[in-house]
């Protein structure tokens, strides 16, 4: 269940991610995106994007305490 309601739009930590795209880390091995939780009540919340020409709609949930 998501809980939260995002108060703005998605915004990057400290312009970490160029075009507000995912970026690879090799020593990870995955895809970072530095989110900003600046004005974010405590709550779940669900990130949806899409990747390259891939038509499915991803999701990510997230717990902000």
Known sequence: EVSGTPTG??????A???DYDFRYDSSLGGYIFNLSLKGYSPG????HFTVAADPIDHVLQFQVK
Do not use: F
Not at 9 to 14: A, E, I, N, R, V
Not at 44 to 47: F, K, L, M, R, V
């Open 9 to 14: 739009l998605l915004d990057d930590s400290g």
């Open 16 to 18: 970490a991610n160029p």
């Open 44 to 47: 779940i919340y669900a990130i």
